[in-house]
């Protein structure tokens, strides 16, 4: 059997694969409910995979390729979607790493996320972060929040993603997505520009950089909507993160920029169901009161935890709260709760209270 890519991204549409990954000398590998599984069948030589490539690269990816050894792209292939395709070098033949792209924004209840990440898209303006590490369903997140403007709200959304996961079809909004290395040369490029389109809501697929985080802040204080990603995994070290990037004669003015236009952070983790039929979402939420600001003006990001673990009246959740909740409804194991815990006391104490 000769392996094409359409063969496989088929075989990957039809079992239901989050991922893909071709490696030199194995059969094609699927992630599927997190676990990394072989796709029965004959291993791509280094051949193939060369073969494969080409295939999907224009000149100027080519000549991106060669210059850097790595590329991130995203392909629509008719009848199968729109795929992110990661491809690198490995004892200098190509492999990639492919992410399958949603082909419809789920529902709020099928995503698993709070009520209050919906209500979050009704703000006006400041700035709204999605955080957790790489595969932990960022981008699904942000493409939901767009939606939900999108069907909602009369705006102007521009998004600059790399590269474009899922393309929104305008409704009540305007969406303008744009892709690094296709419509922009860079992030940084493009949010140099993106304030002269007269935008209300900004997404930033993700914040690299330092200039990045502080256009993202300007936009945020002068009166837009921006939601953007990070690879943080929780609340209080995203705010470490963003002001540490800085240099520190910088540092104070940024620490004021956040505590006035932060408005919320939402962290991810998917993890593995009890039944093992797949991944569950864990979600700290952290809506940021006078408190929250207060600390983060006093460089105390620390206090912040105990003001969310309060802050049930704001619909603030920690990690540890999620992680304990759905152990109790038997979503996920005793295990993969205490391990994924910033504190396993909390969860074995909730333990040992509901066992007594």
Same mark, same amino acid.
């Given at each position: ?31 599927? =409910? ?41 392909? *629509? ?25 949603? !082909? ?7 995503? /698993? ?41 009369? +705006?102007? @959304?521009?998004? @600059?993603?790399?590269? @474009? ?8 909004? @305007?969406?303008?997505? /744009?892709?690094?290395? !296709? ?6 490029? %493009? ?30 204080? !002068? ?15 995203? $705010? ?13 003015? $940024? ?8 408005? %919320? ?8 169901? %009890? ?35 309060? =802050? ?8 540890? *709260?999620?992680? !304990?909740?759905?152990?109790?409804? =038997?979503?996920? +194991? ?20 509901? +066992?007594?």
């Amino acid at each position: 059997m000769g392996w094409t890519l359409e063969k496989i991204l088929k075989a990957a549409r039809r079992l239901k694969a989050s991922d893909v990954h071709l490696i030199t000398n194995m059969a094609p590998l699927l992630r599927i =409910g997190g676990e990394i599984r072989p796709v029965e069948g004959e291993a791509l030589d280094a051949e193939q995979l060369q073969q494969i490539t080409s295939s999907i690269l224009n000149e100027r990816h080519r000549e991106e390729l060669d210059r850097e050894w790595q590329l991130c792209l995203s392909k *629509n292939l008719p009848d199968l979607g729109r795929f992110r395709i990661s491809i690198y070098f490995h004892s200098g033949v190509p492999e990639m790493a492919i992410r399958l792209c949603e !082909t419809e924004v789920r529902s709020r209840e099928a995503l /698993q996320l709070p009520p209050v990440v919906e209500e979050l898209t009704r703000l006006p303006n400041g700035l709204i972060l999605v955080t957790g590490q790489t595969g932990m369903g960022k981008t699904t997140t942000l493409n939901f929040m767009v939606d939900c403007i999108n069907r909602q709200r009369r +705006s102007k @959304i521009v998004t @600059i993603e790399d590269p @474009i996961e899922f393309v929104h079809q305008n409704q009540r909004s @305007i969406v303008v997505q /744009q892709e690094v290395m !296709t419509d922009v040369k860079s992030y940084r490029e %493009a949010l140099i520009h993106v304030l002269r389109q007269d935008p209300d809501v900004i997404v930033i697929g993700e914040m690299r950089s330092l200039e990045t985080i502080e256009t993202a802040l300007t936009a945020a204080e !002068t009166g837009h909507l921006v939601i953007a990603t990070l690879h943080t995994p929780d609340s209080v070290q995203t $705010i470490q993160r963003i002001y540490s990037v800085f240099p520190g004669e910088q540092q104070n003015a $940024i620490i004021t920029q956040i505590a006035n236009c932060l408005q %919320a952070i939402i962290s991810q983790r998917l993890l593995p169901r %009890a039944d093992g039929q797949g991944q569950v979402l864990a979600t700290e939420i952290c809506v940021v009161n006078h408190a929250i600001r207060n600390h983060i003006r006093e460089r105390e990001a620390q206090h912040i935890y105990s003001v969310i673990q309060t =802050g049930r009246k704001l619909h603030m959740q920690t990690m540890d *709260n999620a992680l !304990t909740e759905l152990y109790q409804r =038997g979503e996920i +194991s005793y295990d993969i709760a205490v391990s994924n815990a910033k504190e396993p006391t909390y969860i074995r104490n909730n333990e040992a209270k509901s +066992s007594s």
